[in-house]
């Protein structure tokens, strides 16, 4: 097991903090989430019970072997490229079908293609999900 990170896995580790960090004050400030929380902090479990699960799993993750953890990041980048073409697609085909629709809607002021370019962001998630699961897939699996 590596006991030592590299210069890389810090920042990416610092800027996940920063971005959590973010999005939690624009959450309470933005939206209220303390009087929601005060007002029924059970609602708070759920969270809660996600980012242990989530620690969990990532744990379990790093005790398996190497070339466990080679064929799951394979299948796991493979898998999120196909959801992500789905997706795509779904929004593409209810974009393209629900135009006219879109036009008549008064508060719709920006030009009906800024719709469609939405979706195709998850297209752009998927090619991205599908380099990352070309380059794994060729990259030597540990022994």
Request: hydrophobic share 50%.
């Amino acid at each position: 097991m590596k006991a030592h990170w590299n210069v890389k896995q810090w920042c990416v580790v610092i800027a996940a903090a920063g971005i959590v960090v973010w999005l939690l004050v624009e959450e309470v400030r933005e939206y209220g989430a303390i009087e929601y929380y005060s007002g029924e902090p059970h609602l708070l479990l759920y969270p809660a019970a996600f980012g242990v699960a989530c620690g969990i799993i990532v744990w379990m993750f790093t005790i398996l072997s190497a070339r466990t953890q080679h064929r799951l990041k394979v299948w796991g980048w493979g898998m999120a490229a196909g959801a992500l073409t789905v997706a795509g697609g779904y929004l593409a085909t209810r974009s393209v079908s629900l135009a006219p629709i879109i036009r008549e809607f008064p508060w719709v002021e920006g030009p009906l293609v800024n719709v469609l370019l939405a979706s195709l962001c998850p297209f752009i998630g998927a090619v991205y999900c599908s380099y990352e699961c070309r380059r794994a897939w060729k990259s030597e699996p540990p022994h």
